[in-house]
Every structure is written in structure tokens, then in C-alpha cells.
């Protein structure tokens, strides 16, 4: 089945300098890339999603890159605060064996140092 | 406009009780989906219904869980018998259509279930 490998586990970084989380998939068939944040007690919140048919979407500070040809995709924040402190998974969807349901990575848990 | 719901948001069960887990979707949608988050992990799907009908449920334990979605009314996930290893987040997300991978899924605050 599908499978997500995210980097690195944990990140910490200057507040103000950027963070980038990497993933890969597994299952060439996946069409549909969420990152999630989750804050401590919270659910998971989309902050941005990225589609198959698109390399590369930008929402203010946040951006996601998506390589089909190598199977990876990642999340970069770019002049990070500290409220940009949480868990983020990255997810697949919509392979062979995920369809509707969604396969997440491990998770990176980033700590923005003031 | 309300997002997922789910109640209760702590539960504690003893060994060998029922845990009743749930959840109401985002107004307007009428597929929810169940994951199962484990201390320090990722989420990990478990089960995914419609209203009356359950489409996938290859994440879920054969025994002892079970999952609905009535025709009127929250979903619900049913743990009978609960175990010590049953301890976790378990979330529920609700998208507005369904059998499109590329729906984007809602998730609710979660319940946190201990059991002692």
C-alpha cells in the first residue's frame, strides 16, 4: 500500500529564517498532497494542499513543491514566527490502495527559537 | 458555519468497558472518515462511510470496533472490550463529496480516549 516518509522528525530554527519538511511517496497513482498542523490538544488543520496536475502553490508564507517524476514533495515556511510552532504532517492520497483516504507521514515537530 | 464535531472530547474507560466515540460532520457533508492517532505518531486511517454505508474500512480492527453513520445523527465509533493498547487520539474529518481522492478532508478536534 501507500506509503509517506517525512523529514526531518524534529526542526528547530531561528525565528524570521525559513523551514522546509520533506516527503516522499510511495504509490505513483497518489493525485492529492495536504500538510496538516497540529497544535498540542488540537486537530489537524489544512494550512495547504497541492495537486498532481501542479508543481509548485504559494499561500502567503507557506509553499509546497511537488516533483511526480521522484515521488517528493515539500513544505517551505519562509520568515517564521512563533506561532509556527506545532506538529506538520504531510499526506497522500488517491493511489492504487488510498482512493479516498488519507495516508500521512510521521510528522515534524518545529520549534521557532526566538 | 460549524466545523467537525466530536464529543466527548476526554474519555477514561476501565478495561473490558465500551467506548462510544462521536461525531458530527461540517453542515453540508456527508462523508466522515475515522483515524486513530497514537502518542508521538501519525494519524492513521481506520474507517470511511457514507450516510448509512460503510465504503472503506481497511483500517480498522477486525474485532471488537465497529463504525455507523446513520441516516439521521452523528457517526459513531463503537470500541467494545477496551484495552490498555486502545489508548489514543482518535479523529474524525468530514469532506462534502467522497470517492475523490482529491477532496479535501476537515478534521474535528479529536477524543482522547485513556484507559486504565
Known amino acids: 500500500g501507500e506509503n509517506v516518509e517525512q523529514h526531518p522528525s524534529t526542526l528547530s530554527v531561528q525565528e524570521g529564517d525559513s523551514a522546509v519538511i520533506k516527503c516522499t511517496y510511495s504509490d505513483s497513482a497518489s493525485n492529492y498532497f495536504p500538510w496538516y498542523k497540529q497544535e498540542l490538544g488540537k486537530g489537524p488543520q489544512l494550512i495547504i494542499d497541492i495537486r498532481s496536475n501542479v508543481g509548485e502553490k504559494k499561500d502567503q508564507r507557506i509553499a509546497v513543491t511537488l516533483n511526480k517524476t521522484a515521488k517528493h514533495f515539500s513544505l517551505h515556511i519562509t520568515e517564521t514566527q512563533p506561532e509556527d510552532s506545532a506538529v506538520y504532517f504531510c499526506?497522500?492520497?488517491?493511489?492504487?490502495?488510498?482512493?479516498?483516504?488519507?495516508?500521512f507521514g510521521s510528522g515534524t515537530r518545529l520549534s521557532i527559537r526566538p | 458555519n460549524a466545523g467537525v464535531m466530536q464529543n466527548p472530547r476526554h474519555l477514561v474507560r476501565r478495561r473490558g468497558q465500551e467506548a462510544r466515540l462521536r461525531c458530527s460532520p461540517m453542515?453540508?457533508?456527508?462523508?466522515v472518515y475515522w483515524y486513530r492517532q497514537l502518542p508521538e505518531e501519525g494519524l492513521k486511517f481506520m474507517v470511511y462511510?457514507?450516510?448509512?454505508?460503510?465504503?472503506?474500512e481497511s483500517g480498522m480492527p477486525k474485532e471488537r470496533f465497529s463504525a455507523e453513520f446513520p441516516k439521521e445523527g452523528p457517526s459513531i465509533l463503537r470500541i467494545q472490550q477496551v484495552v490498555r493498547g486502545d489508548s489514543a487520539a482518535y479523529f474524525c474529518a468530514s469532506s462534502p463529496r467522497g470517492g475523490r481522492s482529491t477532496d479535501t478532508q476537515y478534521f474535528g478536534p479529536g477524543t482522547r480516549l485513556t484507559v486504565l
Open positions: 499526506a497522500a492520497s488517491g493511489g492504487y490502495s488510498s482512493a479516498s483516504k488519507i495516508i
Open positions: 462511510l457514507q450516510k448509512e454505508n460503510i465504503i472503506d
Open positions: 453542515k453540508g457533508h456527508s462523508h
